[in-house]
Every structure is written in structure tokens, then in C-alpha cells.
Antibody, heavy 120, light 107 residues
């Protein structure tokens, strides 16, 4: 059974940093592109970042490029999102999501999310 | 960026009703369009991929159609577990973008 379990969320001050993790199981992790999608309180879904199966290609929405870094450790079946220079508008539930294959198409399976709150 | 506009933003319907939601893209996305359902407090779930393909295990009362800029998502006979928010998403270009959502509640 596929599972994605996010962790690392919490309360952080503006300008601070946080690293999210997503532990994957139940599928061959290194053959699938992975992504982070966020949802601000009461708002819709926003794609944040994605990474290829081998981890050598990364993609970002403009609002986080240069502040967030996506990475993966295929030996540990884990996806990461390093977030720096955090802003109030980064407050959201962050979902880890698996693509159907190596391409960035449909978010085939989702974790339950981890909440990030940026506030002083 | 490709903008996705869903209509209506919200609707109320009764069990057994036929419900349709539309999604319009700001430019041609071919059939690179997916639909998701999110129940309150839960993660989204993929229902339809490539505009009209039913994801494995998803009930056949859900369907999708369209191509280019105009798409429709339909529930043929609404069930109580269908409440929540439905989103379309395009993957024709980066950034990947979602519609703003259509929230469905039961009368």
C-alpha cells in the first residue's frame, strides 16, 4: 500500500527556515517524480515545486524560487523541502504528492499534509 | 502562467442529482487536464486524468470531457460522500496550475 508521510511543519518567525520531509513507502520511489503542493488556510491548491526521479532536475513556482529548495534521498525514500526566508504568505498546509510517472502530469497520490505557520 | 477558471464557485445539490462543473483555461491545454476531489480536512484525491480518463477505483458516476480551453466534470448521481471541493489542474505548462475550486454541499 502506498504511503506518503509528511513531517517537519510548525510555527516559525518571518525570515526563518524550516525543512519538511516526506517519507514514502509502498512503491519504487526513485522511478517517480515528486512534488510539493500547498494550501493556505481557507484557500485553494497551489503547486510549489517538483523534482525528477533521479533528483537532478528541479522546478519551482516563481513565488518560492530562490527561497525554497526541493531535494530527495532515494536511498532513504524521502523527499525534502528546505524553506528559507519564510514569509507570512507561506503559511499553509504542505502536501507531498507523487506523480504517475517520471513526467509532471497528474498528482497521482497525496500525503495528508503538514502545517506551516509563519508568524511573529 | 496558464489561468484556470472554474464555474460555479459553489453549488448545493441533492442526493441523486446530476451535477456539472466547468473549467476554462486561459490558453489551449489540449487534454492535459485533471480533476481532484478534496473532502474537508483531507488530502485531495485524483478522480480524472487527461481530461476524460477515470482513475482506477473511482466510481463510474464521475466523468470528464473537453479539450483545448473548455472542460466539464460531471457527477451523474450525487452521493453523500461527494461533498467537498473539486479542482481542475492543467499540466500543459509550468507552473502547474489549479482552478480556484468548486465547493459542493448537500441540500
Amino acid at each position: 500500500e502506498m504511503q506518503l508521510l509528511e513531517s517537519g511543519g510548525g510555527l516559525v518567525q518571518p525570515g526563518g527556515s524550516l525543512r519538511l520531509s516526506c517519507a514514502a513507502s509502498g512503491f519504487t520511489f526513485n522511478t517517480f517524480a515528486m512534488s510539493w503542493v500547498r494550501q493556505a488556510p481557507g484557500k485553494g491548491l497551489e503547486w510549489v515545486s517538483a523534482v525528477s526521479g533521479r533528483g537532478d532536475t528541479t522546478y519551482y513556482v516563481d513565488s518560492v524560487r530562490g527561497r525554497f529548495t526541493i531535494s530527495r534521498d532515494n536511498s532513504k525514500n524521502t523527499l525534502y523541502l528546505q524553506m528559507t526566508s519564510l514569509r507570512a504568505e507561506d503559511t499553509a498546509v504542505y502536501f507531498c504528492a507523487k506523480f504517475r510517472g517520471y513526467s509532471l502530469k497528474d498528482f497521482h497520490f497525496w500525503g495528508q499534509g503538514t502545517r506551516v505557520t509563519v508568524s511573529s | 502562467d496558464i489561468q484556470m477558471t472554474q464555474s460555479p464557485p459553489a453549488l448545493s445539490a441533492s442526493v441523486g442529482d446530476r451535477v456539472s462543473i466547468t473549467c476554462q483555461a486561459s490558453e489551449d491545454v489540449q487534454n492535459y487536464l485533471n480533476w481532484y476531489h478534496q473532502r474537508p480536512g483531507k488530502a485531495p484525491k485524483l478522480l480524472i486524468y487527461d481530461a476524460s480518463n477515470l482513475e482506477k477505483g473511482v466510481p463510474s458516476r464521475f466523468s470528464g470531457s473537453g479539450s483545448g480551453t473548455d472542460f466539464t466534470f460531471t457527477i451523474t448521481s450525487l452521493q453523500p460522500e461527494d461533498l467537498g471541493t473539486f479542482y481542475c489542474q492543467q499540466y500543459s505548462g509550468l507552473p502547474l496550475t489549479f482552478g480556484q475550486g468548486t465547493t459542493l454541499d448537500l441540500k
